[in-house]
């Protein structure tokens, strides 16, 4: 027996530690440098919306994965780039082996995702996909928000099919 499908509203209270940080108002140069290699070498698209094959290369923002910049004080370095060689979304971890990652702007800690893959509230549509409601990936328990680009990736290929 299947279930119809149906819209699940979760409501999740997430406490996290943040701590002391300063205020970051604008990006660092290794971010910016970053920033345009990731674009020079062809991935200037949101990789959340690659995930339901949709080539989308508007709002594009810098997402750090593995350390947040306000973690960065607080990170465990080898930690961050055992995940980022696990996620190597660009294949920069494979490239620098094991050259020890040491802040938050490493580009093999960034992402581009689009504004609202990235920061999208929960329950606003996004733009691209009919049925995301999860919003970005900072508002959103990651398993849900791939979940989502995932399971959009099919509708929209069945969409595509019928139509």
């Not at 508002?139 to 290929?157: H, L, M, N, T």
């Amino acid at each position: 027996m299947a279930v119809e499908a149906h819209k699940l509203t979760l409501q999740i209270s997430v406490p996290e530690w943040v701590p002391t940080h300063g205020d970051r108002k604008n990006a660092s140069a290794e971010f910016e440098r970053n920033r345009k290699q990731i674009i020079a070498d062809g991935y200037g698209y949101c990789l959340g919306c690659a995930i339901a094959g949709i080539r989308n290369d508007k709002d594009l923002q810098l997402h750090h994965f593995a350390v947040e910049w306000c973690e960065a004080n607080n990170a465990d370095w080898d930690a961050a780039l055992r995940r980022a060689k696990m996620i190597d979304p660009y294949g920069y971890a494979a490239k620098m082996g094991d050259t020890p990652m040491t802040n938050e702007d490493d580009i093999r800690n960034l992402m581009m995702l689009c504004q609202p893959c990235h920061t999208g509230k929960p329950g606003e549509p996004h733009p691209h996909i009919a049925g995301w409601l999860s919003g970005g990936v900072h508002y959103c328990p990651e398993p849900i928000w791939v979940a989502d680009r995932v399971s959009a990736g099919k509708e929209e290929q069945e969409a595509q099919a019928d139509g």
